[in-house]
């Protein structure tokens, strides 16, 4: 199972990014999928989880109108838009599958959120 997450990086206060995290190894389509973050100095947080299908979707408060969640299960790539970014938003950024085979975590993308 591979989880390679990217498209972090610098952004200003009221940005965008977009996450991607590719998938491989396993039938991706199959799963629901979620995107944590973990800031310095602060635990792992759950940012949103998105239905196998891609037709449900739940996000955490500090998020929500903010972030969207999709996925595209022919090409196996789970993705995060991230809009009007904030200093707190400041993370590393990973994806995540909890499988029947165990639980698996991406290697993570920085993203920085700073004028």
């Known amino acids: 199972v591979q989880l390679v997450e990217s498209g972090g990086g610098l952004v200003q206060p009221g940005g965008s990014l977009r996450l991607s995290c590719a998938g491989s190894?396993?039938?991706?389509?199959?799963?629901?999928l979620r995107w944590y973050r973990q800031a310095p100095g602060k635990e792992r947080e759950l940012v949103t989880v998105i239905s196998s299908d891609g037709g449900s979707a739940n996000y955490a408060d500090s998020v929500k109108g903010r972030f969207t969640v999709s996925r595209d299960n022919a090409k196996q790539i789970l993705y995060l838009q991230m809009h009007d970014l904030k200093s707190e938003d400041t993370a590393v950024y990973y994806c995540?599958?909890?499988?029947?085979?165990?639980?698996?975590w991406g290697q993570g993308t920085q993203v920085t959120v700073s004028s």
């Open positions: 190894e396993f039938a991706f389509s199959n799963f629901w």
């Open positions: 995540y599958a909890n499988l029947p085979s165990g639980a698996y």
